[in-house]
């Protein structure tokens, strides 16, 4: 890591000049170098943030990587403008895996510390207007207007207002023509005000005065209150509250005051008793996550299988870094996890539990909680950034030593990595595509774990083909766990023939009558149903019965998608939405059919056929608020809700004890979705929402709906036999040199002029086939959405075979080549995308 060396020899020899390589959030692969004032000399250091200026104008944060005393070579560094922290807010084992992700990932290490940090550990700058000091106000008479005069008037008064404010002042929509008009006569002036965006979480607290604390003088504070029942009930509350004679030193830390007012006190008895300053109020920071103490009794037993399968794990740690726990759905794996964490955190080490869903982390936490309490700090994007910080800051501080969250928590400040847990490890929400870098948190966390000298636990019941090929190879350990927990089973897999109930006219909606009645016999017995479809929306489209209109988004070669809900056609790739017009704007019918269906539909058509049944959707649409997912979840898992429809949400990990029923639609759209994975994530899906289901006592049943019942892969799924499966699948996959054998890069060209992208990918490819195997080289190809939010797009893929002896030299060659092109006439707006491992 020969870029991220601290060298501080000199450091503190007075008067030596400093320059430190920095870290800026932009998209440009190299690091800039900036001069150090000499009363930072001695308290700079690597990870500590700092203010730079970047180009003309920009302020932004960046990080230092290096300290040294080489000047830069080609430009004159600029002062450091100011040091953020009294210590660092990254390490350097942090920096080492930014290297690695953007190396690897090819994108720069810029990018990377915009997603890997959150933005509330970087500055924001906001415009501030302050009077020219050269200005004389008593100049301003007959010069400016009434507006500008009042602008002058609070600005002597306040020195410095925001835009904002101005707005507000002058209570006028034109209100930036009299601040342009100020500007212009030189008798204001702008400037940016650069401010942290964190702050941390305050609450108003309550105290009793000073003077009241002697028992003299509150007899007769209570004496002279007696004729104010309402001010003496708030001073007694508080006494029983905080008791004060019994415990002095507790005064000073007062109480909350909404858990004061939560007694049932009058809001303006204590206000007038603050007044009469017999009461205070002060501010007090408070954590923002409120868990509960660590639970050092909560204890459970793991069965025999779990117990041995658990020694497997720690046999082959041993011997490898990482290792593989298949074990079917419903097998306990979580209680392994648990136990394992529990053994680390007693060693002093740090955990990371990465799930590869915001859903998933609801039911997981929870039971967490009870085990761990407040040492586990929880980090995912539903959260704000102010707590997204702290627990950044909590982990820097010791006070979080377990992290739970999804892939973007392997960019946390862990400094003593002792296990990473991968739940689900062969979901593929643990790919980030867009923006860069577009890595994999799965094979990322390899180098992670390799950096802090760490284990890693992949668990699934269905293997990544990857992990599964790995495991076999000797690569990884590998440790079964074939028994579901306790007393369950797995589920009955049976399959519904929609094409014979078309044909029969027993089909109900999109419902089978095979679905229907499993749902009913379910619902009669008060268990509950999951209903599986992975397409959120009412209908995937719409469509003229008179002339076949369909309508498409004007920015994406899509269809837009129909969701009843806001009576709007919806793209699902730019956002662009509109109104359902009612009638067909390309022949005037009203003959306008929705086709298909989504979740949304499905909802609609279980509360026609069981009206008595309490129906919830958990898909992208209903889950946009923070605490969504954790409401669906809880109602359905206390039994407020009889159905859940959902997409693939619903299929990971989460237990419910009182479903007994799965049902799942579309099975044969997955199948045939053009992609070489697709028979794989078919598998894997229909295995994990399967897997929903007969998770207690009660045995099990999955109904799957398809029109095609001699497809092989369907005996596979009841089967739920992997091995078998994989053996079958994998010939292909060698066959047809794809991963794991191959690995894959994706080259995606954009821009507006579809003439000029087909150019430039033909161009682009016949030098990559130049300068590599050109049978290793397939495209330049339409994608299957060749236009999105108005770009057209192509693309070129490279196979690559595992062995491949120089692949950073490839990954060089083809940003170099797509440099090449960005320089000729033609082609200096086409945008360049890499992909590395992009399925």
Not at 67 to 82: F, G, M, R, S, T
Request: aromatic share 10%; proline share 4%; glycine share 6%.
């Amino acid at each position: 890591m020969g870029q991220l060396e601290l060298d501080t020899s000199n450091q503190h020899q007075e008067r030596t000049t400093l320059f430190v390589d920095v870290l800026l959030p932009v998209p440009i692969t190299k690091l800039f170098t900036y001069r150090v004032p000499f009363e930072f000399n001695e308290k700079i250091g690597v990870g500590f943030r700092v203010i730079v200026q970047f180009g003309k104008k920009k302020i932004i944060t960046g990080v230092i990587v290096k300290i040294h005393e080489n000047p830069p070579e080609v430009y004159q560094a600029k002062y450091l403008i100011d040091l953020l922290d009294d210590s660092p807010v990254m390490n350097e084992k942090q920096l080492m895996l930014f290297e690695w992700i953007a190396e690897y990932y090819m994108s720069s290490m810029g990018q990377v510390l915009i997603v890997g940090m959150p933005s509330g550990l970087k500055l924001s700058s906001e415009s501030k207007i302050q009077l020219n000091p050269q200005f004389d106000p008593t100049e301003a008479i007959g010069l400016c207007s009434e507006n500008e005069l009042l602008i002058i008037q609070v600005l002597e008064r306040d020195q410095v207002i925001t835009y904002g404010e101005a707005a507000s002042i002058l209570q006028i929509k034109t209100y930036l023509n009299v601040i342009k008009s100020l500007i212009a006569k030189d008798i204001i002036l702008i400037f940016e005000e650069v401010k942290e965006k964190y702050a941390p979480k305050k609450e108003t607290y309550i105290k009793l005065a000073q003077h009241w604390l002697k028992e003299k003088h509150l007899k007769e504070l209570m004496g002279e209150l007696e004729k104010k029942p309402k001010q003496l009930d708030v001073l007694l509350a508080y006494l029983r509250l905080v008791p004060i004679f019994q415990q002095p030193e507790l005064n000073p830390k007062g109480i909350a005051k909404k858990e004061l007012l939560s007694a049932g006190i009058s809001e303006s008895s204590l206000k007038t008793l603050e007044k009469n300053k017999v009461m205070e109020r002060f501010q007090m920071i408070v954590p923002r996550f409120n868990l509960p103490a660590t639970n050092a009794n909560y204890s459970f037993t793991l069965s025999e299988h779990q117990e041995n399968a658990k020694g497997e794990i720690l046999q082959s740690f041993e011997q490898r870094q990482t290792v593989l726990l298949h074990g079917i759905t419903g097998s306990g794996k979580t209680e392994i996890y648990i136990d394992l964490i529990r053994d680390i955190l007693e060693q002093g080490e740090q955990v990371l539990y990465l799930l590869p869903e915001i859903a998933l982390t609801t039911q997981i936490v929870t039971r967490l909680q009870k085990v761990f309490g407040d040492e586990m700090g929880v980090y995912h994007s539903k959260y704000s950034d102010n707590e997204r910080v702290e627990v950044w800051k909590g982990l820097i501080s010791g006070r979080f030593s377990l992290i739970v969250g999804v892939r973007s928590s392997i960019f946390l400040p862990f400094d003593n990595l002792g296990l990473i847990i991968v739940d689900e490890e062969h979901e593929f929400s643990y790919k980030q595509f867009d923006p860069a870098p577009r890595y994999h948190a799965r094979d990322a966390v390899q180098i992670l774990a390799k950096i802090h000298a760490a284990k890693v636990l992949m668990g699934t019941a269905t293997p990544a083909f990857e992990s599964y090929y790995l495991a076999r190879e000797g690569k990884f350990g590998y440790v079964q766990l074939n028994q579901r927990y306790g007393a369950a089973s797995l589920p009955k897999i049976s399959y519904a023939d929609i094409a014979m109930e078309r044909k029969y006219k027993t089909i109900k909606g999109d419902f089978t009558s095979a679905l229907v009645a499993k749902i009913e016999q379910s619902l009669s017995r008060n268990e509950q149903v999951i209903v599986f479809q992975n397409r959120r929306g009412y209908s995937p489209y719409i469509s003229c019965e008179e002339c076949s209109w369909i309508p498409k988004c004007n920015n994406c070669a899509v269809s837009l998608t129909f969701h009843m809900y806001y009576n709007q056609l919806r793209c699902h790739y730019c956002g662009h939405h509109e109104r359902l017009s009612v009638t067909c704007p390309a022949c005037g019918s009203t003959k306008l059919n929705t086709m298909g269906f989504g979740t949304e539909k499905l909802e609609e058509d279980l509360k026609l056929l069981f009206p008595e049944a309490r129906i919830q959707r958990m898909d992208l649409d209903t889950t946009r608020k923070k605490y969504s997912y954790q409401k669906i979840i809880n109602d359905f898992e206390q039994g407020d809700v009889d159905i859940l429809v959902g997409t693939q949400m619903v299929s990971k990990g989460l237990d419910f004890d009182g479903v007994t029923l799965v049902g799942i639609f579309d099975i044969d759209r997955m199948l045939h979705f053009p992609d070489f994975r697709s028979f794989e994530r078919t598998y894997q899906l229909a295995v994990q929402v399967s897997g929903r289901s007969g998770r207690k006592e009660k045995a099990g049943e999955v109904v799957v709906q398809t029109a095609n019942l001699k497809q092989p892969i369907l005996h596979y799924i009841s089967r739920q036999d992997f091995s078998e499966f994989y053996n079958h699948e994998i010939e292909e996959r060698h066959k047809y040199k794809y991963p794991p054998f191959y690995r894959l890069i994706r080259v995606t060209l954009k821009h507006r002029d579809k003439a000029v992208i087909q150019q430039a990918s033909n161009t682009m490819a016949h030098r990559i086939k130049l300068k590599f195997n050109k049978n290793l080289v397939l495209g330049p190809h339409e994608p299957m959405i060749a236009k999105i939010r108005n770009l057209y797009l192509m693309e070129i893929i490279l196979k690559i075979p595992r062995n491949y002896a120089d692949l950073g030299g490839l990954k060089n060659m083809l940003i170099d080549t797509a440099n090449l092109l960005k320089q000729e006439k033609d082609y200096k707006q086409v945008w360049v995308v890499f992909d590395v491992d992009p399925y």
